[in-house]
């Protein structure tokens, strides 16, 4: 079973992002995928410091990861805070199937060619993708 754990912003925020940590676990990580990892999530003055509402990285240095961190913006309101969750979920997803190496740079084992745009990122693209699916 997965375990989320929410610091940070308000306490109506906390527990939103915590409620939609859950169904997205159970949305995206299908069976096993989502026994014994770990979601810590601070939110906090993101956008200040880092330009980004939101951020997911792993915290270990296991080659199977299984305990992540994320970062999302307080300034958001409600609607952009259950979107950005959703959206950082789907990185957690990315690393636990290995789709997305740790340091960004390879996408289901191939190089990710520079881009201008690292919006236009083929990870970065579904999690857009599957943030609104997710949100509707």
């Given at each position: 079973m997965a375990l989320v754990s929410v610091t940070g912003g308000k306490k109506s925020q906390r527990h939103l992002v915590q409620d939609v940590s859950y169904w997205a676990?159970?949305?995206l990580m299908h069976g096993n995928m989502a026994n014994?990892?770990?979601v810590?999530?601070?939110?906090t003055n993101l956008c200040e410091r880092e330009k980004v509402v939101g951020m997911?990285?792993?915290?270990e240095d296991n080659i199977r990861p299984r305990v992540f961190e994320i970062e999302i913006d307080k300034d958001l309101d409600d609607r952009e805070l259950i979107k950005t969750?959703?959206?950082e979920m789907v990185h957690v997803k990315q690393y636990l199937r290995k789709e997305l190496s740790e340091d960004g740079k390879k996408w289901l084992g191939?190089?990710?060619p520079n881009s201008k745009n690292p919006l236009d990122d083929p990870h970065e693209e579904e999690a857009y993708r599957?943030?609104?699916v997710l949100f509707q």
């Open positions: 676990i159970y949305e014994n990892i770990e810590d999530i601070n939110i997911c990285s792993w915290s969750v959703c959206h191939k190089q990710i599957l943030e609104e």
